[in-house]
């Protein structure tokens, strides 16, 4: 561990996870910086969108031991390792999840699918891994990379969390999911203020439920609005 650093955007908690299967549980969060996508509906554009964010102020290089100090502080016994896209810097962070391991926590890693995971089960529980589908409107980069998803797939410690904003979307979701064979398979509604994501949340509830999938909430833009940090 001694001198390993990461790129990071913030680290806060404890907060209550709040999406996916985990969604409720006590964690702590570490979120790396940078991006190799650019989704319309970000709500992290503070991590890469430097036509309007700063970087010198939205990012620093951080001592591992730093972070491992204000995790220890949180003492919630989960983290999660959320961006930004966490993956563009996987190859640094054996040193943290090895010492959160070490302390028995249970870790995940959210991704957003397109660089494929070399971190193994003693240091990641679960990947939340989001593809993005069309109504992300990334232009310049490819988000769909079937032969990525697969790899997750083949894991055994993947879940995938659509990002979804009205019906309509499903039927992409439909060709991904058969294409890649990919399970279990989340749906959670985009928005950022409660009234949009329960009236999202009750289009698709019997879509859904027809496909025989999962339907999560965003439960910390319920609970606490966009507020920065939680
Ligand atoms: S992949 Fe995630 S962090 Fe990156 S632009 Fe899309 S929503 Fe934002």
Same mark, same amino acid.
């Given at each position: 561990?001694?001198g390993?650093?990461?790129?990071?955007? &913030?680290?806060f908690?404890? /907060?209550?996870q709040? &999406?996916?299967?985990?969604?409720?549980? %006590?964690?702590?969060?570490?979120?790396?910086?940078r991006?190799n996508l650019?989704?319309? =509906?970000? +709500?992290?554009k503070?991590?890469?969108?430097?036509?309007?964010?700063d970087?010198? !102020? !939205?990012l620093? /290089? &951080?001592?591992v031991?730093?972070?491992?100090?204000?995790? +220890?502080?949180m003492?919630?016994g989960?983290?999660v390792v959320t961006?930004g896209?966490?993956l563009?810097?996987q190859?640094?962070?054996?040193?943290?999840l090895q !010492?959160?391991?070490?302390?028995? =926590? =249970?870790?995940e890693?959210e /991704?957003?699918?397109?660089?494929?995971p070399?971190?193994g089960?003693?240091?990641v @529980?679960r990947?939340?891994?989001?593809?993005?589908?069309t109504?992300s409107?990334?232009?310049q980069?490819?988000?769909?990379?079937? @032969?990525?998803?697969?790899s997750?797939q083949?894991?055994?410690r993947?879940v995938?969390k659509?990002?979804?904003?009205a019906p309509?979307?499903?039927?992409?979701?439909?060709s991904?999911? @058969?294409e890649c064979?990919l !399970?279990p398979?989340?749906?959670?509604?985009e928005?950022? +203020?409660?009234?949009?994501l /329960?009236?999202?949340?009750?289009e698709?509830?019997?879509?859904v439920l027809?496909?025989?999938w999962?339907?999560? %909430?965003r439960?910390?833009i319920?609970? =606490?609005g966009n507020?920065?940090?939680?």
């Open positions: 561990m001694n390993a650093t990461l790129v990071i955007s &913030e680290v908690g404890p /907060t209550l709040g &999406e996916g299967p985990s969604a409720g549980r %006590p964690a702590g969060f570490v979120r790396l910086g991006c650019a989704c319309d =509906w970000c +709500d992290t503070y991590t890469w969108d430097w036509e309007n964010y970087p010198q !102020e !939205e620093h /290089t &951080e001592q031991a730093t972070v491992l100090e204000q995790l +220890d502080a003492g919630v989960m983290l961006g896209e966490p563009l810097q190859r640094n962070l054996p040193p943290l !010492e959160v391991k070490a302390r028995g =926590w =249970w870790v890693v /991704t957003s699918g397109t660089i494929a070399i971190l089960p003693d240091l @529980d990947f939340n891994v989001s593809p993005k589908l109504n409107g990334n232009r980069s490819r988000p769909y990379r079937p @032969d990525v998803l697969r997750f083949e894991s055994g993947a995938f659509f990002v979804a904003q309509s979307d499903l039927l992409e979701v439909d991904m999911v @058969d064979g !399970e398979v989340y749906v959670m509604p928005g950022t +203020d409660a009234e949009t /329960t009236a999202r949340m009750r698709l509830a019997e879509p027809a496909r025989g999962v339907l999560t %909430p439960l910390h319920l609970l =606490w507020e920065r940090g939680r």
